[in-house]
């Protein structure tokens, strides 16, 4: 019962498939948490999530002070006849957030996607890198 | 010595456990799983919809190589598996690991009617989309009055 209300739904998205109205798409329907790893190194960040199903321009990175989010709409061409049978996937959006800390240079945050699987970089800033401190001897 | 227990002789426990009782029933008793289901959150994750001439599975498998993919249907019983590597950086430090990596296997019961030798894979995106056709003699047919 509840499949064939997730295809009504992706019917619905490709009606509205314009860009700024697949945002709002996401906020108002039970989106996805996307799972993600999380790995850092001395120059940055790093932010890998899955997001199966969404092409580059159906994902939306928003960094708003200190808070990044990304939201990523489904985009797959479903046969208008379909009954879905069985469904582990019962949302078209994903979505997530974080918020950075204050050593990130979010303005010099890189993303890429491909595969379905996305790959977010923010960099730490120049005074932020780790530094070896010295110990003097006296 | 188990006095404290009594605490939950009370009526609106009672209450509780009848609601869990019903729910129990409801939405676990009439949905006996296939044997070859799997737990909820296994990767990749399976969407099956169907059509009147085909059916097709989407398997949302993310960040995998296409060509690592293997797809086999053997009898009635379509199965996709993969590997999907871990990246390892060195001189990385983790925080969050929730994403898979390793060898993977979902297996889907095709319906009677799918045709074998009629299989279409293409992956998109990170989704793999597989499609069998289905026989032409199952397929709904109109059928004219002379």
New interface residues.
């Given amino acids: 019962m509840t499949e064939k209300k997730d295809?009504s739904k992706q019917e619905k998205k490709s009606e509205t498939a314009k860009a700024g109205e697949s945002r709002k798409a996401a906020e108002t329907e039970r989106a996805i948490r996307p799972?993600?790893?999380?790995?850092?190194?001395?120059s940055g960040i790093?932010v890998?999530?899955?997001?199966?199903?969404?092409?580059k321009d159906r994902l939306q990175i928003q960094i708003e002070g200190d808070n990044l989010s990304f939201i990523g709409n489904v985009?797959?061409p479903?046969?208008e006849?379909?009954?879905?049978?069985?469904?582990?996937?019962r949302s078209t959006a994903y979505r997530r957030s974080f918020s950075l800390s204050r050593e990130l240079d979010a303005e010099h945050c890189e993303a890429q996607l491909?595969?379905?699987?996305l790959t977010l970089r923010i960099p730490k800033r120049e005074e932020h890198k780790p530094r070896k401190i010295e110990v003097q001897a006296s | 010595m188990f006095d404290v227990l009594s605490v939950f002789d009370d009526s609106r426990f009672d209450e509780f456990r009848r609601m869990q009782r019903e729910l129990d029933e409801t939405f676990n008793a009439p949905f006996a799983r296939s044997i070859r289901s799997v737990a909820t959150g296994t990767y990749p994750p399976v969407n099956v919809g169907s059509t009147p001439d085909e059916l097709d599975v989407y398997v949302f498998a993310a960040g995998v190589d296409p060509k690592s993919l293997d797809i086999s249907v053997q009898q009635n019983v379509l199965s996709i598996s993969g590997e999907r590597k871990p990246i390892q950086e060195d001189g990385a430090k983790y925080y969050r690991h929730e994403r898979f990596d390793g060898a993977f296997r979902r297996v889907v019961t095709l319906p009677d009617d799918a045709d074998p030798e009629q299989v279409d894979a293409t992956y998109r995106d990170g989704v793999l989309r597989i499609s069998v056709k289905r026989r032409e003699s199952a397929r709904p047919r109109q059928i004219e009055v002379k």
Wanted: negative net charge; glycine residues 6%; charged residues 25%.
């Fill in positions: 295809v799972p993600v790893d999380i790995f850092e190194d001395e790093t890998q999530a899955d997001m199966p199903g969404v092409s985009d797959i479903v046969p006849a379909m009954d879905a049978l069985y469904a582990d996937i491909h595969n379905g699987v």
